[in-house]
């Protein structure tokens, strides 16, 4: 259920993909994915049966893998310079965000880190579907 789909009944396959899971003390959570075609947002459990979906026709070397990261960590963090957005020349694949690049005290850039599914590697929690499906208690 993804924007870059070439057709419906179609799978997008991403080397990694981000999406804001929002878990309220109260009631479901919400997931905002601004590649669905889903309505933004949408509950965590149709987004996960209708864009996500069983494995069970995926070979078990390909399963997905979620890092899992609390917002305030997310934001205390991540660091990117855009330099993944470049070509090897250096010139922009797309245009760039009009705002500033993101950084930190530490880092000007660690998305690798955060795109690792090596547990020992990044912060936040490395899950498979059945973790991320118990994690926000649709399992």
Request: glycine share 4%; with cysteine.
């Amino acid at each position: 259920m993804q924007k870059a789909r070439r057709a419906p009944d179609q799978p997008v396959i991403w080397d990694y993909h981000v999406l804001f899971i929002h878990k309220p003390t109260e009631g479901s959570p919400q997931v905002y994915d601004l590649d669905t075609v889903l309505p933004l947002p949408t509950s965590f459990s149709t987004y996960m049966s209708e864009a996500i979906q069983e494995e069970y026709s995926i070979r078990p070397e390909f399963h997905r893998k979620f890092r899992v990261i609390p917002a305030e960590v997310f934001l205390a963090h991540f660091a990117s310079d855009r330099s993944h957005m470049r070509n090897e020349d250096g010139t922009w694949m797309q245009p760039p965000p009009s705002y500033p690049c993101i950084a930190t005290q530490d880092s000007t850039m660690n998305l690798d880190d955060y795109i690792s599914m090596d547990p020992a590697i990044g912060v936040g929690q490395v899950m498979d579907l059945q973790g991320i499906l118990k994690h926000f208690g649709t399992s």
